[in-house]
């Protein structure tokens, strides 16, 4: 497989859960094809990520295209609201009370991978909420594990450190981030990024 980045206090994090991306919802794993110039490699790898305006899902297909790897979209029973507003207030009550909203699906069988790509939108300094009922529910040990985020203007901030907390016994790769847009990330950046992952 081909080798291949809160408001902080108000303002910013309303900008950070705007970027966020909820795309149309994929049924579980389904196969992407892989790069073109991508050689095969010993990896299986998996691309899981929750997106609620598609920018997170934009960047989750292209790492699927450069990989090889399965798509899995983290769905929610419940769906988020549409009003910006009300968005913004069900994201920071959710992460202030550590809630884990319960999933439409769950991968088939997660231990024929062995690297684990997660995405996520920055929702008031951290990951969504989906992606912590994500995390709860699948058995990581053992995998390494390559987060990666869309953000408004608020960067990194803690996303992170805060799913690195909840990932023991997995092998956590360096993070990283991009501003979100529906076209996805800049490529040359994120190949670079990928192939620090899969060695």
């Not at 795309?23 to 010993?42: H, I, L, R, V, Y």
């Not at 399965?70 to 994201?91: G, H, K």
């Not at 390559?146 to 803690?158: D, I, R, S, V, Y």
Request: charged share 15%.
């Amino acid at each position: 497989m081909h080798k291949v980045s809160s408001i902080l206090f108000s303002g910013m994090m309303f900008l950070s859960v705007a970027a966020c991306g909820n795309g149309t919802a994929d049924t579980g794993a389904s196969s992407a094809p892989a790069a073109k110039t991508a050689p095969q490699k010993e990896h299986k790898v998996l691309v899981a990520y929750y997106s609620y305006s598609g920018n997170t899902q934009a960047i989750a297909k292209q790492i699927a295209q450069l990989t090889g790897g399965d798509l899995f979209e983290i769905q929610t029973v419940q769906t988020y609201p549409a009003s910006y507003n009300d968005l913004i207030d069900q994201a920071k009550k959710e992460i202030n009370a550590g809630y884990k909203p319960e999933l439409k699906n769950k991968v088939t069988d997660i231990s024929k991978y062995d690297v684990v790509f997660i995405g996520s939108p920055n929702w008031w300094g951290t990951f969504a909420p989906a992606v912590g009922s994500f995390i709860a529910q699948t058995d990581l040990k053992g995998k390494t594990v390559a987060p990666f985020f869309t953000h408004g203007g608020g960067g990194m901030q803690h996303c992170e450190s805060d799913m690195r907390g909840q990932l023991a016994g997995s092998t956590v790769a360096k993070g990283i981030t991009f501003s979100g847009r529906s076209s996805g990330a800049p490529q040359e950046a994120l190949e670079k990024w990928v192939n620090s992952v899969i060695k």
